[in-house]
């Protein structure tokens, strides 16, 4: 940086990997949590806490199988409850992995580097609790199959109008190309845990999932190419698949719902939960295995930074909804924002409005910007919000519509709690296992940050 | 009465008259006379099966040969507890919280009709058939339309209609616990509206079946394509194909579509198989159903009169013998179904009349289920 503006109180660029790492010792940190540590008492009960929630959830989808989704609270005319609202949230999720793998890495950001493996393992998790919603909580979840395009000897097709349907192609993908992007990414590091480790049974394991990488010139041009490639399969499905979520909602009449705003709105709350979760996760990981080299200030303060920006967004997002109740002079929208600011549930949109907009803006702060704790609360604040957002959408849209005399109430019961923080259990779980067993940090990319890995002509 | 004592609709009060007692829970019914108290007979049966045991309490307690239909010097004491009186409706009024109104039921008096006849017509934007990216299905060059048109003059909300419907179609009946969540599964209802002053409002009445929408909100968005249109202007709702979605339902702006949330229906009793209407499936958990506008009579009558067609050698058309269950049904017939692509029939002409209008017309579903506007003649000393 040019000498004339360093000031005493200019502040210098946090690094994105502490100085005085080498080759060999960012290998040896990251492969040796795989490797080498023992899995703590720590690691257990969070384990066991999470594993435990997941078998509370198969428990309650069982139940659900076997009576039907009247457990539920969904009725008429709120026949979407807690299963599309955490289906919602969880895709939203999974959206900042798949930014933070593809689109920086197209972008050539490369604090990406330390963070991706894990967001994309978040990213996959996600999008498995998600995926999990729409197979149950249609009436017949045994014959769910039905919405794919298989012929048949019925000679049906789906009906291909339906928003679910889109929803059926937009998530089968991204959950499709999310594996791959995150398995191909993690070809290189088996390879070096395979070579690393001395327990033969170990070896093999990796050794078959490396699918026998050498680490030749020719493996690592191919490597870059598909790499590549997937990056740009992936870019597009960043702002593709919570478009297409939203048109669950934007393509149906009720108010509320139709409205345009929609699709860019998602999206941005989508990366503003998801960067959310991935700080929520980082800030722990980094702490507990002594990663802060790695993952440092400056991944901490990039993240809130495009928290802040999303929220903007969203908090447009709820502005213009606002507005078009007004401007529109359409008596249902009119109705629709008076309802959620004085109605049964105007309690939750006011928190809502506070958890995404106002408290937020703290994020304005360069000292809590740096602030792990901070970051870790208000990262919390906002996914509830955006838990909050949904709810607002899916339930206080439908529950009162066009017609008075259909109005309703929906009350969530306490199978729709099991199953969600069964899902909540079961995203945790797969994140433990995931520490555990594979390296949380991408090895080989963290070594391209160091200065040894300049090319010298 | 009910703001003195400090009573709402669903609080338990203890009911005295002649050293009688009984506990029940009481409604607050608009337009009731002030210093009285209403109460039904038939309810806190002992052995009425499984939905009419226990029930209510029994009024005949109060019920002597010196006072067979009233009584007076009843005391009201109320107990402090809740019961859940389970309601089919959400809202009895067409205005709004936010004090906008809503022309659901439209009204004028027999002076405002003779002014404007097309009263029923002011606040709907014409919708030209033109604006659509689809082409236009010729609806109007098929042998049969069908369209019903309720007469809302004519209803006075006695509720058979829905019995008959019921009765017809094979519809379960949920209980106590399920209306409260609101999945009872009323196929056609009669929504209830209130409006004006509490002590003396006005009541409208308007049963709403299936609309059977030419542009049908339900049919675009189920991705199973469970639910879709014949060429007659039938809605279909196809049972087996149904996965559960509910998305239909969502999307109909007069949720007129009922879902099986759980196995309503009792498969187990024997006996049931001689109540229930054979020409009508019975429908399982998880699946959305709706009023067909009788598909299976339409199709009974559509093969005789193919039938009796080739045996006479002459085309025979189904004409206004053909009803649904709940136009049979009704004693004030205000229910009239039939052929709207004949303009001889009845409902062709009933929905020539100025009154028609369609319910939420503005959403452009173009409903084939048309209302009568109300024209009243009210008394004027007697409005005062």
Known sequence: MPEQYKSSTEIQPTPVIAPGHTFGTVTEKISAIVLTRPATNGWFIGFGIAFMATMMMLYAIGYLFLKGTGIWGVTIPVGWGFAIVNFVWWIGIGHAGTLISAILLLLRQSWRNSINRFAEAMTLFAVAAAGIFPAIHVGRPWLAYWLFPYPNTMRVWPQFRSPLMWDVFAVSTYATISALFWFGGLIPDFATLRDRTEKRWIKVIYGMLSFGWRGSARHWHRYETMYLLLAGLATPLVLSVHTVVSFDFAIGIVPGWHTTIFPPYFVAGAIYSGFAMVLMLAIPIRKIYGLEDFITLRHLQNSAKVMLATGLIVAYGYGIEAFMGWYSGDRYDAFTLWNRLHGPYAFWYHSLLACNIFIPQVLWIRKLRSSPLALFLISGVILIGMWLERFIIVVVSLHRDFLTSSWGMYYATRWDYMTYFGTIGMFLMLMFLFLRLLPAISIFEMRTLLPEAEVKE | ?384
């Open chain 2, 1 to 384: 009465m009910a703001s003195r004592l400090g009573l709402e609709t669903k609080d338990v009060v203890e009911l005295e008259l002649d050293g009688k007692k009984a506990k029940g829970a009481i409604w607050i019914q608009a337009g009731h006379p002030d210093h009285s108290v209403t109460i039904t007979l038939g309810y806190g049966r002992t052995r009425a099966g499984r939905v009419g045991t226990g029930q209510g309490f029994d009024a005949y307690a109060f019920r002597t040969t010196a006072h067979l239909w009233t009584a007076s010097g009843l005391q009201i004491r109320k107990t402090g507890d809740i019961y859940e009186l389970a309601s089919t409706q959400g809202m009895q009024s067409m205005e709004t919280p936010n004090g906008a109104t809503r022309p659901l039921v439209r009204e004028a008096t027999l002076e405002e009709y003779k002014k404007n006849p097309n009263f029923a017509h002011e606040e709907e934007p014409e919708v030209p058939r033109e604006f659509t990216l689809y082409p236009n299905f010729l609806y109007e060059e098929q042998k049969y339309a069908w369209g019903m048109a309720i007469d809302l003059n004519k209803c006075v909300g006695c509720n058979n209609c829905i019995l008959a419907c019921q009765s017809e179609n094979n519809i379960a009946v949920v209980g106590h616990e399920q209306t409260l969540l609101g999945r009872h599964m009323h196929w056609i209802r009669i929504d209830v509206y209130y409006e004006g002053d509490r002590d003396n409002p006005k009541a409208y009445f308007q049963p709403v079946p299936c609309m059977q929408c030419e542009n049908a909100p339900c049919e675009v968005v189920c991705p199973v394509g469970a639910t879709s249109h014949t060429t007659e202007g039938l809605n279909d709702m196809v049972y087996n194909r149904c996965v559960g979605t509910r998305y239909c339902s969502n999307n109909c702006p007069y949720k007129v579509r009922r879902f099986n949330f759980l196995l309503f229906q009792d498969w187990e009793t024997l006996q049931y198989k001689m109540m229930r209407n054979p020409d009508v499936s019975v429908r399982s958990r998880g699946v959305m159903e709706k009023c067909t506008y009788c598909v299976q009579r339409i199709s009974e009558r559509r093969i005789d009169t193919e039938r009796a067609s080739v045996i006479e050698g002459k085309e025979i058309k189904i004409g206004d013998e053909l009803q649904t269950a709940c136009q049979q049904s009704c004693p004030a017939d205000a229910i009239i179904f039939g052929n709207v692509n004949d303009p001889n029939s009845a409902v062709s002409k009933w929905k020539a009349q100025s009154r028609n209008y369609s319910l939420l017309g503005e959403l452009n579903t173009r409903p084939r289920t048309t209302y009568l506007a109300e024209v009243k003649n009210p008394n004027p000393e007697l409005e005062s």
